[in-house]
């Protein structure tokens, strides 16, 4: 199975600072057909997972530009370009390039 | 609007059956590949099963052989069928399509 490898699990940041995640695979998530199927999610207090990016940098619709994503490979980011007190909650990354899918184990954002 | 809306959740003795719906609007789930994703208490999240537009099926190792996805395209509902169920499947059932859109989710509880 892929296994996905998050850091920091929990982030401190103060409103308008930058925050960035690691999400490293053990397998590259680069498939055959040139896409890289690795996504963001953040799950907000009592809520479902939301889309946040596809495609290793791709925004999903409605999705705040301070939100981008990095990498290649192995190895790829997210960055909160300046928090605001909206972005509490668990990100997760994920892979879709095989089964099963898996996530990685969460990062708690906190302000 | 595009919306997903899950049902049949509830408390479930071990060895016990249940079957989730997640009734879909705004699109049709037959177009596209449709998901079920859960989450313990206080866990992250498990990929469940998923099932191609075409109707190819996938499943969690840890569900292989007791849970089955399906989908009735006239009513536009996935399904997932839960059978011979433990304290490890104790989790709120999300349903997503295409990894993009979820449900609110459906909190199933076995216990005793």
């Known amino acids: 199975d892929f296994v996905m490898t998050q850091t920091p699990l929990s982030l401190s940041v103060t409103p308008g600072q930058p925050a960035s995640i690691s999400c490293k695979s053990s397998q590259s998530l680069l498939h055959s057909d040139g896409k890289t199927y690795l996504y963001w999610y953040l799950q907000k207090p009592g809520q479902p997972p939301q889309l946040l990016i596809y495609e290793v940098s791709n925004r999903f619709s409605g999705v705040p530009d301070r939100f981008s994503g990095s990498g290649s490979g192995t190895d790829f980011t997210l960055k909160i370009s300046r928090v605001e007190a909206e972005d509490v909650g668990d990100y997760y990354c994920?892979?879709?390039?095989?089964?099963?899918?898996?996530f990685g184990q969460g990062t708690r954002l906190e302000i | 609007e595009v919306q997903l809306v899950e049902s049949g959740g509830g408390l479930v003795q071990p060895g016990g059956s249940l079957r989730l719906s997640c009734a879909a609007s705004?699109?049709?789930?037959?177009?596209?590949?449709m998901n079920w994703v859960r989450q313990a208490p206080g866990k992250g999240l498990e990929w469940v099963s998923l099932?191609?537009?075409?109707?190819?099926?996938y499943y969690a190792d840890s569900v292989k052989g007791r849970f089955t996805i399906s989908r009735d395209n006239s009513k536009n509902t996935l399904y997932l069928q839960m059978n011979s169920l433990t304290t490890e499947d104790t989790a709120v059932y999300y349903c997503?399509?295409?990894?993009?859109?979820w449900g609110q989710g459906t909190m199933v509880t076995v216990s005793s």
């Open positions: 099932i191609y537009s075409g109707g190819g099926t």
């Open positions: 997503a399509s295409s990894f993009d859109i």
């Open positions: 705004g699109f049709t789930v037959s177009s596209n590949y």
């Open positions: 994920m892979q879709s390039i095989q089964f099963p899918v898996t």
